[in-house]
């Protein structure tokens, strides 16, 4: 297949679908408060809990050299807006595998990347990012190449957007630099420099209604490798979140919560075996866990420190469970995106924290507005 008519047509697709300018609506953006410093914040609405809504292993871009993906990619788009329109989340997370960089063959994959934000980005929600193991993973030249009609021509769409094909792909760095720049509504960071390779590792606060200067939670974001290197959360960033939650949260007396991409170890222990669900709530549970290469810590100081409620996942497309291990949970979010494996439903886990008293609930809403997997984390 000719890659030239594809490219174009999907390029032009793209700019009459996703493009969407959120310097235009400010005035309708939600009583949330914009990043204006380093200390990134998010204030409760009065009179209000504070919603967040997952969106887990979208793979925009899977199959770009073929017809069938960009339709996927218009699929994903579609499920993203009817959980935003249905539960008007306060705020959204995009839980690694936004894209699929292996299979996208342009200089700056932030094309991509930029579409599966539109959604949220159009209703002026602010959102965050962490990175999976496919979004800067290295081209993989389709087989079929190399046949005996050879490697077809490679026009790319230079003229639409700017950018010429390129087979090396597009670094963390540079995706999470691109997001930040072009989106006001994007509370993504690159974390701190002795942390590389890995790039999204930082902690929000969510603040009280009363007081932006108050905070009722922390979130923290970190980047479970995979791609460009191993599928993993390094003993450095272990100890950046030991040191960083004591330094925020000296008495451990403020709820945190965890977000990032890949599983640990620990999921697979605690995995339901032989149909027997124990106190786990959810509704797929027979995909086998996928863990990370390695523990190097995180887990171990997670479990020592009250004040950690959960851990929230994706990678695996065919789990939805929120599992306790011992005084936390882990929870897996839900498939939203139609690119990657597996042709189950889609749908998003929703959280909502409210403040006095503080608690924190979850549940999974479907792409065709069925909830359920109703499960309280903390209270």
Known sequence: MILSGIFCALVLLSSQIFTVSSEENLDAHRDVTLRTKAETYLQIRKGSSFKIAIFADLHFGEAASTLWGPQQDLKSAKVMSTILDNEHPDFVVYLGDVITANNIPIENASLYWNQALS????????????????????????????????????????????????????????????????????????????????????????????????????????????????????????????????????????????????PSKAYKKVAPKFKFHNHCVGSMFGETVTPQEAEMGIMKILRKRSSVKAVFVGHNHGLDWCCPDKKLWLCFARHTGYGGYGNWPRGSRILELTQDPFSIKSWIRMEDGHKHSDVLLSS
């Open 119 to 262: 959604p949220t980005r159009s209703r002026n929600t602010p959102w965050a990012s962490v990175f999976g193991n496919h979004d800067d993973a290295s081209f993989e030249w389709p087989l079929e190449w190399f046949s005996a009609s050879g490697i077809p021509p490679v026009d790319c769409p230079s003229k639409i957007s700017g950018e010429a094909c390129s087979f090396k792909g597009t670094s963390r760095l540079e995706l999470m630099k691109n997001e930040i720049e072009q989106n006001t509504f994007s509370y993504s960071r690159s974390g701190p420099k002795n942390l590389w390779p890995s790039i999204s590792n930082y902690v929000l606060q969510v603040s009280s209604s009363n007081d932006s200067q108050v905070p009722v939670a922390f979130m923290y974001f970190f980047d479970s490798g995979g791609g460009s290197y191993p599928e993993i959360l390094s003993t450095a960033q272990a100890e950046w979140f030991r040191v960083k939650s004591q330094q925020l949260n000296p008495d451990a007396r403020l709820p945190e919560i965890i977000f990032w991409h890949i």
